[in-house]
């Protein structure tokens, strides 16, 4: 938690912004710098996709902004956030009129059936766009109508789900990780967020729809509390995996009997190490199935996540140890940079081994400690997918010994969660 002497500083520096007065607008003949929609910023387009697919769908931003109720539910969302400025009890009631209530929610649905009952335009978006991605998954089953609903609706539960952790300060799945950073119970925490709602009004744009507002708050909420880590090491293709992504596309890997050999970190508690001590054993085994043939490249998984607030990557560190200890080219390692716990670390391999340039129809071989082997081959882990992501995000079976795993992912793993905004 961020102390009162700082909290007495943003404080002050609340009350400055909103004292500020309004910057004119630029003269016309000043070129002005390309800032991207909130939907299309890549924060916004990892944890809530629909937004930035309704907008770039042919013909729906536009009947969006043109739809009556969804003018008048603007509107009255806006006239709510402004009530709130004077509001009781705070800070919980200058959050809440951000939220997506119950009847908020059926007006939207209502409002994209009605856009939607041209099946052309409802095809160019769920058909041109959703299904394609693979980013809804989980709905893939159902008609254009029902999966664009139901993302509609997971994707409101997951602004509500933002609001409710990094505003209000409710208590998430694992709190000791991904909790937000303010006490909402200091005296100047209702200056910060009356700073934040004025800035986000301040940002609107003359072609906003009724999603825009409330998208640039949760983002913010986000970037305020230091969690912006979906939008880290973006896009994975690039940056420190360009060189293993090169030497796939030209690697012979019907060659080896895996696609990859996966290593999930192990975060430290403390904050002087770099990875914790399982970690360290796991690179080991890594490394020797690596000299074995057994795969072209050591898939290592692991986000910025113990202890708490850590500047430390546990993907990266892990890369680091791998090239400095054990001489390991960079063009044999890949990261996954964002998974925060042992079920998201399989369901993002899942992601990348399904995906170019690795060779498809082929298992991994997960390698880990006794103890860990134990828990990730069991009925145990299995039904923790099944209730933390909806889905188990592939087939685990053993493996040639008592310290690997066999791994078949499944396309689920593609379903993007607004509910885990840190690594959805």
């Known amino acids: ?212 507002p409330v998208l640039r708050y949760a983002m913010g909420l986000l970037a305020a509390n230091e969690r912006a880590n979906a939008a880290e090491y973006l896009p994975l293709s690039s940056g420190l995996n360009a060189p293993a992504f090169a030497a796939l596309r030209a690697t012979k890997q019907d060659a080896y009997p895996y696609a990859a050999v996966l290593v999930f970190g192990h975060g430290p508690e403390d904050p002087i190490s770099h990875t914790g001590v399982l970690g360290h054993l796991r690179l080991r085994l890594a490394a020797a199935q690596l000299t ?33 200890l054990y001489g390991v080219s960079p063009a044999r390692i890949v990261i996954e940079p964002h998974a925060r716990h042992t079920t998201t670390n399989l369901r993002n391999c899942a992601r990348l081994l399904l995906a170019a340039p690795f060779a498809q129809g082929k298992p991994a071989l997960l390698v880990t400690d006794p103890a860990t082997h134990a828990y990730i081959g069991g009925e145990g882990f299995a039904a923790r997918n099944r209730a933390e992501l909806g889905y188990e995000p592939g087939h685990v079976t053993a493996g040639p010994d008592a310290l690997s795993l066999r791994f078949m992912p499944d396309a689920h793993s593609f379903h993007a969660d607004p509910q885990d905004p840190l690594d959805p």
């Open 1 to 212: 938690m961020i102390g009162k002497t700082s909290m007495r500083w943003l404080a002050g520096l609340c009350a400055a912004l909103l004292m500020a007065p309004q910057v004119a607008q630029a003269a016309s003949n000043r070129a002005a710098p390309v800032i991207q929609t909130v939907a299309a910023q890549p924060l916004a387009r990892r944890i809530v996709p629909l937004m930035q697919d309704a907008a770039q769908a042919p013909g729906w931003r536009a009947a969006l902004r043109a739809d009556a109720d969804m003018q008048a539910l603007a509107a009255e969302r806006a006239a709510r956030v402004a009530a709130a400025g004077e509001c009781t009890p705070q800070p919980v009631c200058l959050a809440q009129g951000w939220m997506w209530g119950e009847a908020d929610r059926d007006r939207v649905s209502a409002a994209l059936r009605r856009i939607g009952a041209n099946r052309a335009r409802l095809a160019a978006l769920v058909e041109g766009r959703m299904r394609p991605s693979r980013l809804y998954a989980r709905h893939g089953e159902l008609d254009d109508a029902a999966l664009l609903d139901a993302a509609w609706r997971e994707a409101a539960a997951g602004l509500n789900h933002i609001i409710a952790v990094y505003a209000l300060g409710e208590k998430p799945r694992y709190p000791v990780i991904d909790s937000m950073i303010f006490d909402p119970r200091d005296a100047a925490y209702p200056a910060l967020l009356k700073a934040h709602t004025a800035i986000t009004l301040a940002e609107a744009r003359g072609d906003d729809t009724v999603f825009d």
């Open 292 to 324: 074995k043939g057994a795969a072209p490249v050591i898939l290592l998984s692991g986000g910025r996540v113990h202890p708490n607030r850590t500047g430390y990557n546990e993907a990266v560190e892990m890369r680091q140890e791998l090239i400095s």
